[in-house]
Every structure is written in C-alpha cells, then in structure tokens.
T-cell receptor, first 112, second 109 residues
Framework: NAGVTQTPKFRVLKTGQSMTLLCAQDMNHEYMYWYRQDPGMGLRLIHYSVGEGTTAKGEVPDGYNVSRLKKQNFLLGLESAAPSQTSVYFC???????????FGPGTRLLVL | TQLLEQSPQFLSIQEGENLTVYCNSSSVFSSLQWYRQEPGEGPVLLVTVVTGGEVKKLKRLTFQFGDARKDSSLHITAAQPGDTGLYLCAGFYGQNFVFGPGTRLSVLP
C-alpha cells in the first residue's frame, strides 16, 4: 500500500496563477483533509470531506476550493494564488472522525 | 490565540537525558493525539488518549492526559538522536482535530 500520496512535491507560482494539488489514498478511508503548515502555527485545517461527493470548510478556507469526486482522491485548488498562500500543504485521511490521521509527504508551495 | 499551546517551543538536549513537553488548553477535548514529524515528511501518530488521567507508554515515551481532559504531557526517558523531530499534539474539538504549534526537539549525540 502506498498510503497517502501527494502531487506535486514542490511548486513555484506567480501571484494570480492557479493550480491544483492532488491527494490520493488507497486505504478506503471515508474522511480526507487538507492542512497547511506554517512556522509556529502548527497544522491548520483548510477543508475536509466526510465521504465521496462531500466537502466542508475548515479553519482557514478562504482562497481555496476542494472537490471529492472519487472516494480515493481529494483535490485542493487555488484559483488566484497569493504570497500569503506560500506554505507546506499536507493531505490526510482517516477511517473515522476521531481516528488516526494518515498524512501524505506534503507539497511545498512558493508564491512569488 | 491558539486553542492549544505547546511548551517549550524548542528543546535541545544531550543523548541520555530525560525531558517532558506539554500541551495545554482551556478547552475540554474528547480525545487527544500526539504526532511526531520528521523533516520533509508528514506527521505520524504516536498515541491517542481518551480518558481523563489516562497514562499510556510507548517504549521510552510516556503520555498522560490531564484529569480534566484539557492538557497532556509527553515524557521521554533516556532520549536518543532518533527522537529528534517536531512533536505535535492535537485535540478533538467540535468536529475536527485542532493542532498545537509543536515542540521542536533536538537530541544531540
């Protein structure tokens, strides 16, 4: 099992450009999450999904959109990137709401 | 202000020393998790505690959940260089886990 994978690993964008981050899990988990990690801030929840076809806002959703068309995939989109979105983005999945979260290796995004 | 505070923010110790890191909040959590994150990787779960006063041991690591379920501690006995990493606590609050800012531990050989 690959667990949770994320693509790309690293990306540089110019302000105003758009991009999509892809997360895939092969553990048949219902719950999937997108976090961003910034120095001194820990992990902050952007959006999450409790099952295929569902999405919900987390703590810091502004400037991001998500889609969960297939159970195994969770996409995070930035429509118009801003320097404030420079961060490391982590995807995670879990069996249940309070269960173990399995994290991907992260995507490092730099917005110039 | 963050829901969860962790202290110390940074800790550098010699191999063989003991240490304790703390995770504190004014809120009550139904469960609390500890994760360790190594550079360039995602966090990995160490333990989940759910009962007030609960103590769990994982080899040289001892985790305690406060009686009121508002705080937790992680004690490492005889630290080793392999314990180096960022230690994150996460409390279940509302509908999701909320993470603390982490304690960055460096164990020098």
């Amino acid at each position: 099992n690959a667990g949770v994978t994320q693509t790309p690993k690293f990306r540089v964008l110019k302000t105003g450009q758009s991009m999509t981050l892809l997360c895939a899990q092969d553990m048949n988990h219902e719950y999937m999450y997108w976090y961003r990690q910034d120095p001194g801030m820990g992990l902050r929840l952007i959006h999450y999904s409790v099952g295929e076809g569902t999405t919900a806002k987390g703590e810091v959703p502004d400037g991001y959109n998500v889609s969960r068309l297939k159970k195994q995939n969770f996409l995070l989109g930035l429509e118009s990137a801003a320097p404030s979105q420079t961060s490391v983005y982590f995807c995670a999945s879990s069996w249940g709401r309070e269960g173990t979260q399995y994290f991907g290796p992260g995507t490092r995004l730099l917005v110039l | 202000t963050q829901l969860l505070e962790q202290s110390p923010q940074f800790l550098s110790i010699q191999e063989g020393e003991n240490l304790t890191v703390y995770c504190n909040s004014s809120s009550v959590f139904s469960s609390l998790q500890w994760y360790r994150q190594e550079p360039g990787e995602g966090p990995v779960l160490l333990v989940t505690v759910v009962t007030g006063g609960e103590v769990k041991k994982l080899k040289r690591l001892t985790f305690q959940f406060g009686d009121a379920r508002k705080d937790s501690s992680l004690h490492i006995t005889a630290a080793q260089p392999g314990d180096t990493g960022l230690y994150l606590c996460a409390g279940f609050y509302g509908q999701n886990f909320v993470f603390g800012p982490g304690t960055r531990l460096s164990v020098l050989p």
